[in-house]
Nanobody, 127 residues
Framework: QVQLVESGGGLVQAGGSLRVSCAAS????????MGWFRRAPGKERECVAA????????YYADSVNGRFTISRDNAKNTVYLQLDSLKPEDTAVYYC????????????????????WGQGTQVTVSS
């Protein structure tokens, strides 16, 4: 059983930056592809970024491409999401998720393909 704990959310002005982190425990972190999702009030859950086990295969939603950066440190069992040039529409609860896979380059934006989820961290962007 893998436990995921997000941290680093908060309140920031439009144009600002945040880095959210997700620490994993209870499993072999390097065997999981990771993803960051968000859910804004009244909207469906959206995958904003995903990363393969090795960190070489990345996915970004069009809405965040060029502004957000996903990365991972397998030695620290942690995945990060750097949020730059934030907009009010980025306001949401951000969740990390882990997908067990044997393929080093696998990554996915499909929520149903993830096995474990964190509790989320709130990011609020003021205008």
């Amino acid at each position: 059983q893998v436990q995921l704990v997000e941290s680093g959310g908060g309140l920031v002005q439009a144009g600002g930056s945040l880095r959210v982190s997700c620490a994993a425990s209870g499993g072999t972190f390097s065997t999981y592809a990771m993803g960051w999702f968000r859910r804004a009030p009244g909207k469906e859950r959206e995958c904003v970024a995903a990363i393969s086990r090795t960190g070489t295969n990345l996915y970004y939603a069009d809405s965040v491409n060029g502004r957000f950066t996903i990365s991972r440190d397998n030695a620290k069992n942690t995945v990060y999401l750097q949020l730059d040039s934030l907009k009010p529409e980025d306001t949401a609860v951000y969740y990390c998720a882990a997908a067990r896979t044997l393929q080093p380059t696998y990554r996915t934006r499909v929520a149903a393909e993830y096995d474990y989820w964190g509790q989320g961290t709130q990011v609020t962007v003021s205008s």
